[in-house]
């Protein structure tokens, strides 16, 4: 990290650990008064030491191996009618791989994904203590992927369009409030004549196109918030995905590609994966229209993914 970058982190964790609000990752089934705006930006940093293979087995890095990661995540919300919302999710993304035992030095910057979600609450319950909303969303392919051309890097996106469904929840059982969501996300395939940087050529020489299959991904959250004052809470929360094996073929004979595209650490885009998170941190509430969340996370069931330790803060702006 910068040392820009460091004080701004400073600054956004010191004042969330020193004196209410929302969880990290879990939605809160809150929706957006009617014809008002709510404006996050949150930023994340992880800096793995090693992966977890499918086993879910912790493997170190080799000596001379190193991976970062930096996300702004801008988030924002309009209350479109009585108990419904409209949230667009913008990432901005950074990284940086070095493998010397696999001669890769990759790095990322640019804009992700971009996600369009609709959420709505029911009447009934817009009042209570106990929430709950249902959402439904599509993800815009706008970042870098893994089937851009250009020079090989890490991707900032997947390159393929996606679609989510599922609920949150809100109940107050005191002194807690909790938080739960449950989201299942399809992602479409995809034909590509170029992967990681390269023509599909380079990998079989026979070859000029992939055909990607569709996948799916689960995304569960819980989250327990115990609120101290009116203007601070201490969170605790858990974050798990589950990302099941995506296929690809080579689309002249038909053979699977997996193999070959996976040579150069790309293995993790077609494998199963599982990752849990814990996450503790604080929230303050310095006024009814300004939180500040800060904390850190690690993973805790992981398996054929990066693990390290992840830090954590965001800002949000009721307008």
């Not at 399809?186 to 004549?193: E, N, P, T």
């Not at 101290?228 to 974050?239: D, G, P, R």
């Not at 296929?247 to 150069?264: E, I, Q, R, W």
């Amino acid at each position: 990290m910068n040392a820009k970058r460091d004080i701004l982190l400073f600054i956004f964790i010191a004042a969330a650990l020193s004196l209410h609000a929302r969880p990290f990752v879990t939605d809160d089934a809150e929706i957006a008064k009617e014809g008002k705006n709510q404006i996050s930006i949150g930023y994340s940093s992880v800096n793995p030491q090693g992966i977890y293979d499918g086993s879910g087995s912790y493997i170190a890095f080799p000596p001379g191996d190193s991976r970062q990661e930096q996300t702004v995540l801008m988030d924002f919300r309009y209350g479109a009618s009585f108990g419904s919302e409209v949230e667009v999710k913008l990432p901005y993304f950074t990284g940086h791989y070095v493998s010397v035992s696999k001669a890769l030095d990759l790095t990322a910057a640019g804009l992700g994904d971009i996600w369009l979600i609709g959420s709505n609450q029911s009447a009934e319950n817009s009042s209570a203590s106990d929430k709950a909303a249902f959402k439904a969303g599509v993800k815009f392919p706008n970042g870098k992927s893994l089937f851009s051309s250009g020079a090989p890097q890490l991707p900032t996106g997947t390159g393929t369009w996606d679609f989510m469904a599922g609920a949150a929840t809100k109940e107050k059982r005191a002194p807690f409030i909790l938080y739960g969501n449950f989201y299942y996300v399809y992602r479409l395939g995809a034909s590509s004549d170029t992967f990681a940087g390269h023509s599909i050529g380079y990998y079989n020489p026979s070859e000029n196109t992939i055909n990607v299959g569709p996948s799916s991904q689960i995304k569960y959250n819980i989250a327990v918030e115990y609120p101290v004052s009116t203007a601070l809470s201490f969170i605790m929360e858990y974050n798990g995905i589950t990302q099941y094996e995506a296929k690809a073929t080579f689309a002249g004979s038909g053979l699977d590609a997996v193999p070959a595209l996976s040579a150069n650490d790309t293995e993790y885009y077609f494998a199963r994966s599982i990752v849990g998170r814990a996450s503790v941190g604080a929230s303050i509430t310095p006024t009814d229209k300004v939180s500040i969340t800060g904390g850190a996370s690690l993973p805790v069931a992981s398996s054929t993914y990066y693990g390290g330790l992840m830090i954590f803060a965001n800002l949000s702006i009721g307008l």
